[in-house]
T-cell receptor, first 112, second 113 residues
Framework: KQEVTQIPAALSVPEGENLVLNCSFT??????LQWFRQDPGKGLTSLLL?????REQTSGRLNASLDKSSGRSTLYIAASQPGDSATYLC???????????FGTGTSLTVIP | NAGVTQTPKFQVLKTGQSMTLQCAQD?????MSWYRQDPGMGLRLIHY???????DQGEVPNGYNVSRSTTEDFPLRLLSAAPSQTSVYFC????????????FGDGTRLSIL
């Protein structure tokens, strides 16, 4: 069974700072890894999807990388804004079970 | 685009009652799944389906039933509600292969008294 860990659990940064969120998983046999954003009391919004054969994906100020062999992914947010404040979740689709496994998330606060 | 639609958004039940949480998607996705989200526990998979007529158990299936008679719909049934099932429930869908992202509904907030 996959174990997905996200560090740190919470992060507070001043506006404008670049930041990195981390996600690690225990089994490298994955189909893909997906990063989500969740605002309080809301559902999950997909940010980036990285296939197992890819190394990174970019969308605007967001860049996600994947090192499958070491079981790690990072989400890089450039020039953070107060509107980026949310919980960020990563999930992997495990090849063996064909199931998705989620981390517990990083709660990000960007201070104006 | 409706995407993934969950109903109801909120529900309060008494212990022992049964109910069905509805989930529908209009993207012709083969893969659908139900999660529960609890504080400090993250999202945990309850049941999933890789296509009409096919369902399988996830990490926490006890106390829940599912069926998949059509591609579009994937209802989750609570057979006899217990306080431990108080949670936020999310339905998600994606293409059956790995090529597409998961799309989530807005969730159902369920309280069992």
């Amino acid at each position: 069974k996959q174990e997905v860990t996200q560090i740190p659990a919470a992060l507070s940064v001043p506006e404008g700072e670049n930041l990195v969120l981390n996600c690690s998983f225990t089994d490298s046999a994955i189909y893909n890894l997906q990063w989500f954003r969740q605002d309080p009391g809301k559902g999950l919004t997909s940010l980036l999807l990285i296939q197992s054969s890819q190394r990174e994906q970019t969308s605007g100020r967001l860049n996600a990388s994947l090192d499958k062999s070491s079981g790690r992914s990072t989400l890089y947010i450039a020039a953070s804004q107060p509107g980026d404040s949310a919980t960020y979740l990563c999930a992997v689709k495990d090849q063996e079970s064909n199931q998705f496994y989620f981390g517990t998330g990083t709660s990000l606060t960007v201070i104006p | 685009n409706a995407g993934v639609t969950q109903t109801p958004k909120f529900q309060v039940l008494k212990t022992g009652q049964s109910m069905t949480l509805q989930c529908a998607q209009d993207m012709n996705h083969e893969y659908m799944s139900w999660y529960r989200q609890d504080p400090g526990m993250g999202l945990r998979l309850i049941h999933y389906s890789v296509g009409a007529g096919i369902t399988d158990q996830g990490e926490v299936p006890n106390g829940y039933n599912v069926s998949r008679s059509t591609t579009e719909d994937f209802p989750l049934r609570l057979l006899s509600a217990a306080p431990s099932q108080t949670s936020v429930y999310f339905c998600a869908s994606s293409y059956g292969s790995s090529r597409g992202p998961q799309h989530f509904g807005d969730g159902t907030r369920l309280s069992i008294l």
